[in-house]
C-alpha cells in the first residue's frame, strides 16, 4: 500500500449477466457507480435475453464460480457481498462453503424467477438454498412471490408478507433483517410500500408514489444493490433503507419517458440518468 493512501472498500456483486443491461450483474455494477461506490463482480450465469424474456440459462461451473470470487476477496478489501442470481444447487452449495469465513455483510435478492415466472433456479435447489446458503445471509430482499417460495407459503396480504419476513428471521440466526418489497402486492394501488423487518420486533416503511413506465426491467437487482451500495457508504440500515427506495423512485422517474426497447415494453431502467 502506498503511503498515504486511503483504504478503498469494494461492493462485490455476484449474480447472473443480462447482455441487454437491464438486469443482473450489469444493473448492480450501474447502480453501485451510480452511488459512488467501487464494485467488483462475479458472474455465477451467462443468459440469453432482452425485454420479452430470458431464452436460455448457461450457469458456469461452480468451481469457476468460486475462484472469480476467491481471486477478489484475495485481492479487494471487500466488506459488503450482494448476492443475485446463483442458478443451480451446485453454485449455492459452493457460495455457502466459501462465505462461511467472511465476516463482512451479505445482501442477498433471491432471484428464484424473471418478472415473466420463468424459474431461475434450477433442479428445485429451495431446500439447498437452506441449508447452506441463507444461513449466511446478513439481509434478505425477496419480492412477493420470492417470499412464498422461501416460506412455503401462500401470501394474500401485508399483514402475510410481514409474519412470513418473521418467520425467516427465527430460522436464521445470522438474519438481521428482510425487505418485504411491495410492489408486486398491491399492484392497484397508487402507493408503493416497502417493509424492513428486523429481529425485535423492529417495523420500517418506506412509501414511494406508484410511477406509470414501461420501464422497469431489473428493479429487483438495482433495489437491492441501491441498498448494499448504501450500507458500504456507512448508512445504518433504516437509513439505507430508506435510501433505496428514494433511489427507486428517482430512476423510475428519471427514464420514464425513454424507449429503449423496440418493442416499447419492459424496457431496462436508465441508471445513466442518475448519479449519487
Given at each position: ?34 452511488l ?6 462475479a ?13 436460455e ?7 469457476f ?9 484475495e ?28 465476516p463482512?455483510?451479505?445482501?442477498y435478492?433471491?432471484?428464484l ?5 420463468q ?40 399483514k ?12 436464521f ?38 410511477h ?10 438495482t433495489?437491492a ?5 448504501y ?6 440500515m433504516?437509513?439505507a ?5 428514494d ?6 422517474q428519471?427514464g ?9 415494453n419492459?424496457?431496462p ?8
Open positions: 500500500m502506498k503511503r498515504n493512501s486511503v483504504v478503498t472498500q469494494t461492493l462485490f456483486t455476484i449474480a447472473g449477466s443480462d447482455p441487454s443491461g437491464g438486469a443482473g450483474i450489469q444493473a448492480d455494477l450501474k447502480t453501485m457507480t451510480s459512488g461506490v467501487y464494485a467488483a463482480a458472474i455465477t450465469c451467462l443468459t440469453v435475453q432482452n425485454s420479452r424474456g430470458i431464452q440459462i448457461h450457469p458456469l461451473p461452480p468451481v464460480v468460486r475462484d472469480q470470487i476467491k481471486a477478489v476477496l485481492d479487494h478489501h471487500v466488506t459488503h457481498i450482494k448476492i443475485g442470481m446463483t442458478g443451480t444447487m451446485e453454485i449455492i452449495e459452493a457460495l455457502g462453503k466459501l462465505l462461511e469465513s467472511f463482512g455483510v451479505v445482501i435478492d433471491p432471484v424467477a424473471s418478472t415473466t415466472g424459474s431461475l433456479l434450477q433442479n428445485k435447489g429451495i431446500p439447498v438454498l437452506k441449508e447452506t446458503l441463507l444461513r449466511r445471509v446478513t439481509i434478505l430482499t425477496p419480492n412477493i412471490g420470492e417470499l412464498e417460495q422461501l416460506t412455503g407459503n401462500t401470501i394474500n396480504s401485508t402475510e408478507a410481514l409474519k412470513n419476513a418473521e418467520l425467516l428471521l427465527e430460522d440466526p445470522l438474519l438481521l433483517a428482510v425487505v418485504v418489497k411491495g410492489g408486486h402486492l398491491e399492484s392497484g394501488t397508487d402507493i408503493i410500500q416497502d417493509f424492513l423487518v428486523q429481529r425485535g420486533g423492529r417495523l420500517h416503511e418506506s412509501k414511494r408514489r406508484r406509470k413506465s414501461c420501464n422497469l426491467h431489473g428493479t429487483g437487482c433495489y444493490s441501491a441498498l448494499a451500495s450500507l458500504c457508504l456507512g448508512r445504518d433504516v437509513a433503507f430508506q435510501g433505496a427506495g433511489y427507486m423512485d428517482r430512476i423510475i428519471a420514464s419517458q425513454d424507449c429503449l426497447v423496440k418493442s416499447g419492459n424496457g431502467l436508465s441508471h445513466y440518468r442518475l448519479t449519487g
